[in-house]
């Protein structure tokens, strides 16, 4: 895809708003400096961000004064992917910097975060609320015997809450894990009896779409399930009173106690994400305290140009990377909007008006959404006022050129779009917002600082204008330190490292246009993407399987040419079996109840057989491909399947689709 040079841009920023910019004081400043070209805009800034990694990252840590307690011996250590070693000497802590502007006394009474539910009650915590609530809770969790490297998982929804749990885990040096309450109790335990938890914070159940969703029995599950827990802490979100042996939330929080951060290495784990678990248990990713700040301080000070008079909102929940990403809007001194609801209740205008109320200046969504509300016929803009909104951003699955067109029409005209792309396994984007560059419909607007994102061909070499996969040549500060339960690494290599020796391999596929501009064309391997969250088959697979009617299933995750997704389950049945009403309903509340509401499929499709790699690995990825409409000699090596007759029903079910 090559960019035409007489196109149009959907949105270019005015001359002040490129002056404003912080990304471009950044490179005035980093010119002078740090040796950084002072001319050519943003392309040059990044090609030395890239080619200059030490200086860059060095830069990035000056320019937002990274409170170093000890000083390190140099920037980057060892460059080999996987194993890059970051700032080695240093020491610091995450929490310290996130509440900072708690620090400045014009700044303490002002919101730190401002949280809505559905019934649209705003509640605003200040920083010096935010940074007292921690003290308090970060003293208990020394208390209850927490010390550094011990895990503190959350069973939580985004909420206030939620924010302070984690930042006490940060400041003790603890290591944070959390999953979302529409989360089945399997799924949890797939993640948390990996890291073995010493502590859960959890509530009573949740509000969504206008129902109350009650989790005693879950959480006791929870607890019986995961015997290294030393406490449990009740949050009473639908009033209940704590179960036996619970501790009670307000009074682990009502000290008035200066916090005390624990100083400990850059790479010193902060918390686990999950992959989705494609091939068996989710990969439980580590990221460490230094990494995750130095690139969110980057990502969100730079590339989100957000600041201390900006408010961020991002729909997500605790089980999306996203959360994450959003509680660091806090390192910027940024008002956290953070939304708990349906993002459909009462109706699809929700988030909008959670936006309006909020006074959102950047408002993140998902892809689908977006498409969901231009189905709608909505008109946001027109009904609602939204002149506080620069920024619409949108992940979880490429924005299609219709979704731009619908944000530029119906939201604002001087709208900065920003699709942005990246990953759990980073925690952040590889290409996505730049405010000082153009928006062109359809694609991403370059890769980000310190990204050297690469489109390559099987052969490895690098590809312009033609579809590759997404790869990343350098290391980011981000990477995972390490998969939990990896001893060896070759967990973390395999998942990667495996195609291209030293590079990271993402798993999407891409195209770099010649304009420095990025479109993504969607996962390349089988992960199952869906509003944001990704899950994998396996998890599926243990779900319905279970079922004596079904023999053998594969689900496939497939992203359409209008921004949709289909999700199809195709079930090869046990002998006698029927696939009538009742097994259909059967098959989705299995998967409702003990996976996630977000992964019930779209169709459930009787099959004659499910076909197989020679060594019985099901094969996922070659049917995806056959149902988006390649050819079966393109899609499949017709020698590693163990009976290639079974593909035909999926290749004339693609062509009556088409």
């Keep these: 895809m090559t960019s035409a040079a007489d196109e149009a841009p959907l949105w270019q920023p005015g001359p002040d708003r490129v002056a404003a910019a912080a990304v471009t004081r950044f490179q005035s400043w980093a010119a002078e400096h740090h040796g950084a070209p002072a001319e050519g805009g943003y392309a ?23 409170r170093f307690s000890t000083p390190y011996e140099q920037v980057v250590g060892d460059r080999s992917m996987p ?39 705003q509640v605003p915590t200040s920083w010096s609320e935010l940074r007292r609530q921690v003290g308090s809770l970060a003293a208990e969790l020394r208390t209850l015997g927490v010390t550094p490297g011990d895990r503190v998982s959350g069973y939580l929804p985004n909420i206030p809450q939620a924010v302070v749990a984690f930042l006490a885990t940060a400041a003790v040096g603890g290591i944070w894990t959390s999953c979302a309450p529409d989360f089945g109790a399997r799924s949890v335990l797939d993640r948390f009896q990996q890291v073995e938890p010493v502590v859960l914070f959890t509530v009573d159940g949740y509000r969504y779409g206008g129902k109350e969703h009650h989790r005693a029995d879950t959480v006791a599950e929870l607890r019986r399930e995961l015997p290294t827990l030393r406490a449990v802490v009740h949050i009473p979100l639908l009033g209940t009173d704590a179960p036996e042996g619970a501790l009670d939330w307000a009074a682990l929080t009502a000290a008035d106690t200066e916090p005390v951060f624990e100083q400990v290495p850059f790479d010193h784990p902060l918390w686990v994400l999950y992959s989705s678990g494609t091939t068996g248990l989710p990969k439980a990713i580590v990221q460490s305290q230094g990494g995750i700040l130095l690139e969110h301080l980057k990502q969100i000070g730079l590339h989100c140009d957000l ?43 929700a988030q909008w008006r959670v936006a309006e109320q909020t006074g959102a200046t950047l408002f993140g969504t998902s892809a689908a ?42 939201v604002a005209d001087d709208l900065w779009i920003a699709s942005v792309s990246g990953g759990t396994d980073v925690c952040s984007c590889f290409a996505g917002a730049v405010p000082t560059l153009p928006v062109h419909i359809g694609e991403l607007q370059a890769a980000c600082l310190g990204t050297d994102l690469q489109s390559w061909d099987p052969a490895g070499e690098p590809l312009t204008g033609e579809v590759g996969e997404l790869v990343v040549t350098k290391p980011m500060p981000s990477m995972p330190v390490r998969f939990w339960n990896d001893p060896d690494g070759s967990r973390y290599h395999d998942s990667y490292f495996d195609v291209y020796p030293g590079v990271w391999r993402h798993g999407d596929w891409i195209t770099l246009t010649d304009r420095g501009s990025v479109v993504i064309h969607g996962r390349s391997d089988s992960t199952l993407n869906r509003q944001g969250v990704r899950m994998g088959s396996a998890d599926i697979y243990e779900a319905v399987e279970r079922l004596p009617e079904i023999r053998e299933s594969l689900v496939i995750g497939l992203e359409e040419p209008d921004g949709g997704y289909w999700m199809p389950l195709f079930v090869h049945l046990a002998e006698g079996a029927t696939l009538d009403d009742a097994l259909r309903d059967s098959i989705k509340r299995t998967i409702r109840e003990n996976l996630s509401p977000r992964h019930v499929p779209d169709e459930v499709i009787e099959v004659p057989g499910i076909p197989h790699t020679l060594t019985g690995k099901r094969i996922e990825v070659p049917v995806k491909r056959l149902l988006q409409g390649t050819a079966l000699e393109k899609a499949v090596n017709p020698g590693s399947i163990d009976n290639l007759e079974l593909l035909h029903f999926y290749e004339k079910l693609a062509r009556e689709r088409h």
């Design 44 to 66: 040059s800034l990044h090609r030395w961000s890239v080619d200059e990694l030490d200086t860059f990252w060095k830069a990035v840590a000056e320019w937002f004064d990274v």
């Design 83 to 121: 194993g890059a070693t970051w700032f080695p000497g240093a020491t610091l802590n995450y929490a310290e910097h996130a509440l900072r502007a708690a620090e400045d006394p014009l700044r303490a009474d002002a919101p730190a975060l401002l949280h809505v539910d559905e019934s649209h009650t």
């Design 307 to 349: 600041g201390p008079e900006d408010r961020f909102f991002w729909y997500t929940s605790t089980g999306w990377m996203m959360w994450n990403f959003l509680v660091s809007g806090l390192l910027t001194g940024t008002t956290l909007v953070l939304y708990d609801g349906s993002p459909g209740h009462p109706d699809i205008s």
């Design 369 to 410: 959404y977006v498409m969901a509300c231009r189905k709608a016929g909505v008109h946001p803009g027109r009904d609602l006022d939204l002149s506080r909104v620069q920024c619409v951003a949108t992940t979880g699955s490429p924005l299609p050129p219709d979704g731009f067109r619908w944000l530029h029409d119906e």
